[in-house]
């Protein structure tokens, strides 16, 4: 679980080589359509079909922005 309750998807901003898709906790069976077909774009590099209303990123806790 992450400290804002929502989830990390996409590349890792320390490294890109590393896509993530967790920190759901107890929303994860809600979620996991959308954390899935979020992780499944980016690792196989193609536009994203799926964007949440609020940020995802892991960027989002060292002040950055990203759009994975």
Known sequence: MTSDHKPIVGHHSEN?????????????IQLSP?????????????????????DWSHDRFSGASSND
Do not use: K, Q
């Open 16 to 28: 890109p080589s590393v896509v993530c898709a967790l920190g759901a906790g107890g929303n994860g």
């Open 34 to 54: 959308a954390i899935g077909r979020m992780a499944a774009d980016t690792i196989l590099g193609r536009p994203a079909t799926f964007s949440p209303a609020v």
